[in-house]
């Protein structure tokens, strides 16, 4: 095996070389060869050559040299803010097939998330790329200290799909996210799904934290889609300072198992 | 009993503007008492609203047949709840107005505030405390209930703001006046 795939550089003069190296690794991702030892030593050794390699401007494209390129991301993202990064790697990733071309970018958003589980400027991106836009952020946003600001700001964008998507798990952020945007209806709903999904899910102090003692009024439309007992009398318990809420549930409650 | 609310904070900003905040009116024959207050900032929604709901069940209990009996009635009750009921900071991040009215005058008190507004008119605001009252301005429960304002117009409004002087808006303000005729508030 030629020995630059095994990462020995000693036959060049990096960077001059690049554009052989270039010509190297095209030739070993056509013939599929592993060149993860060689992108491992350029990391090491010579972190500006991989970049020109993996997003320069005579970068490898396609989707395979993105992926590799992908391995290398925080190495990448020394030398490139991240936003510019991951747009280039979409960039590089295009393909003659749309398909390939999007498949790779939702694996680039799925990295750039996963690093920056915060980041505002993915969005678009998710936006553009992704068949449920927000799905891939904000579920690497579950479990992190952003997770609220995340629904946010998907919720701002209309996202409302991946959203009311992870509320049918239980995350009643999701749901005080897209009423926040005013958009009642599926909020209410989306609440619904989180109270069925987990009973304890704590619906009335997100929704009062969003809208106040308003919430009495909006949180009466949310009872008659309580399916089980357990919710009701989460609902109950949780619904002391909101009269309407408190009374309504308090009627229906016996007929709930 | 009239519903419209004659003692509001200012709502901090933020993706959950009313998170730890509590209103209660307690109802003693021919007087009342509003308590409006906020607690638990920077926690989450479920939190905070644990802390609510055991204030509430506390501070409905408090009894009086006057204004100024009803507030140190509140403020008793208050002082009486355990501090780990208040939530991590056992009420060291306490902001609370009482209002108790009948119907010739009122009592006021309040601590954990920066101002405290009495509005008459969508263009007259008086600002009776500001942020040179340490009693006032003091954030957290307090070592004993701290000294009450009488007023004389039981009909009075007023609002306060934690972490600003700042004068109420037009909206705040029109969120505390009567309704009224042709004119709908945003409540």
Redesign the interface.
Same mark, same amino acid.
């Given at each position: 095996m030629n020995k630059i795939y095994l990462g020995d550089f000693s036959a060049l003069n990096l960077p001059r070389d690049l554009p052989v190296l270039v010509e190297e690794v095209k030739a070993g991702l056509t013939s599929n060869v592993d060149l993860s030892e060689l992108y491992s030593s350029l990391a090491s050794e010579h972190p500006i050559a991989l970049c020109e390699l993996c997003v320069g401007p005579k970068a490898m494209r396609g989707s395979i040299a993105v992926r590799q390129a992908l391995r290398f991301a925080s190495e990448l993202e020394k030398s490139m803010q991240p936003k510019a990064l991951y747009r280039r790697l979409i960039e590089l990733g295009k393909e003659e097939d749309p398909k390939v071309a999007k498949e790779t970018a939702v694996i680039v958003i799925n990295e750039a998330v996963r690093r920056h589980p915060g980041a505002k400027w993915v969005l678009p991106l998710c936006e553009k790329f992704e068949d449920t836009p927000g799905e891939a952020h904000l579920n690497h946003a579950i479990n992190t200290d952003c997770f $609220?600001?995340v629904c946010?700001d998907h919720a701002e964008a209309g996202h409302f799909e991946a959203l009311f998507n992870l509320a049918q798990k239980g995350h009643v952020e999701c749901a005080?996210a897209i009423l926040?945007t005013g958009n009642f209806q599926l909020a209410i709903k989306a609440a619904a799904e989180a109270l069925n999904h987990t009973w304890e899910s704590?619906v009335?102090?997100?929704f009062?934290?969003?809208?106040?003692?308003?919430a009495d009024e909006l949180l009466l439309n949310l009872i008659p889609y309580i399916r089980s007992g357990q919710a009701a009398r989460a609902i109950h318990a949780?619904s002391?300072?909101l009269p309407k809420t408190q009374k309504l549930i308090s009627i229906v409650l016996p007929g709930l198992k | 009993m009239n519903n419209h609310r004659k003692s509001a904070l200012r709502?901090s900003s933020g993706?959950?503007?009313?998170?730890? $905040?509590?209103?209660?009116l307690v109802e003693l024959g021919p007087l009342n008492v509003e308590i409006v207050g906020r607690i638990g900032s920077g926690l989450r929604? $479920?939190e905070?609203?644990e802390s609510?709901?055991a204030i509430?069940?506390a501070l409905n209990l408090a009894k009086g047949d006057s204004p100024l009996s009803a507030t140190r009635s509140v403020w008793d009750c208050l002082l009486a709840i355990p501090r780990h009921d208040f939530g991590p900071k056992l009420g060291e991040d306490l902001s609370i107005m009482v209002v108790a009215r009948s119907g010739e005058k009122g009592v006021l008190s309040a601590v954990g505030l920066n101002s405290i507004w009495s509005i008459t008119g969508a263009d007259d605001c008086t600002l009776l405390a500001g942020s040179d009252q340490p009693d006032v301005n003091k954030l957290g429960v307090p070592r004993m209930a701290p000294k009450a304002l009488e007023f004389e117009k039981p009909g009075s409004v007023f609002f306060g703001s934690i972490s600003s002087t700042e004068v109420p808006s037009g909206l705040e303000i029109a969120r505390l006046l009567p309704v009224k005729k042709g004119v709908i508030v945003d $409540?």
């Open positions: $609220e600001s946010w005080a926040s704590p009335v102090p997100w009062y934290a969003v809208v106040g003692h308003k949780q002391g300072p | 709502t993706r959950l503007p009313y998170s730890g $905040e509590f209103y209660l929604p $479920e905070s609203w609510c709901l509430r069940k $409540e």
